[in-house]
């Protein structure tokens, strides 16, 4: 999986960014998955691009998008949002 995490922030932390395109058609529909982490001791959550797409029906992906958030540390958020028909 590609992270785009263009900058860091210590304090707080929140961007999105761009993953995968390929060829297919944009379509209209859209899934996601997430992943989070505590205290960076406890992780859990499917980010997967497959786990995206299932949530969201898609058959052919168009492109997929990420979004990622972090608070101290203390908790953070990674999700994977794709785009397809």
């Known amino acids: 999986m590609v992270n785009y995490a263009p900058t860091t922030g ?4 929140s961007q999105k960014g761009p993953g995968l395109v390929t060829s297919n058609s944009l379509g209209h529909k859209v899934g996601t ?3 989070t982490s505590i205290l960076g001791v406890y992780a859990s ?5 497959d786990a995206a797409a299932k949530a969201g029906g898609i058959k052919k992906i168009s492109h997929v998008d990420y979004e990622s958030s972090n608070i101290l540390g203390i908790y953070a958020k990674h999700t994977t949002i794709v785009y397809g028909e």
């Not at 959550?45 to 691009?49: F, K, L, P, Y």
């Open 33 to 35: 998955s997430e992943a």
């Open 45 to 49: 959550g499917d980010a997967s691009i």
């Open 10 to 13: 210590f304090v707080y932390q």
